[in-house]
């Protein structure tokens, strides 16, 4: 069963960067389809970015498009996002995923089976 952990959220003013991580054991980070979802105060949890397995491929949602960024580094078996810019509507719980899903990038929670615990994301303006 694979584990995932959230690490790095904190409170940060507007146009200041944070860096996610997520740490990834039981399996690798490579066996799956990786993603970032946040979830703010009474919002449905929303796709912020998403890693595909095999190539490598990246997909983001629009407002995020060109602030942040994902990758992962399979020799430390960790995903990360790049949070540049951040805005206070980025203010959000954000979640690290992982999709059995490899044949194409899902950007619905529901195609993630696995999930961290989620970690605090509050940008002020």
């Known amino acids: 069963q694979v584990l995932l952990v959230e690490s790095g959220g904190g409170s940060v003013q507007t146009g200041t960067s944070l860096r996610l991580s997520c740490a990834v054991s039981?399996?690798?980070?490579?066996?799956?389809?990786m993603g970032w979802f946040r979830q703010a105060p009474g919002m449905e949890r929303e796709f912020v970015a998403g890693?595909?397995?095999?190539?490598?491929?990246?997909n983001y949602a629009a407002s995020v498009k060109g602030r942040f960024t994902i990758s992962r580094d399979n020799t430390r078996n960790t995903m990360t996002l790049q949070m540049n810019g951040l805005k206070p509507e980025d203010t959000a719980v954000y979640f690290c995923?992982?999709?059995?899903?490899?044949?194409?990038?899902?950007?619905?929670?529901?195609?993630?089976?696995?999930w961290g615990q989620g970690t605090q994301v509050t940008v002020s303006s």
């Open positions: 995923a992982a999709s059995d899903i490899v044949t194409r990038l899902p950007t619905a929670a529901r195609n993630y089976a696995y």
């Open positions: 039981g399996r690798t980070v490579s066996d799956y389809t």
């Open positions: 890693l595909k397995r095999w190539t490598g491929g990246t």
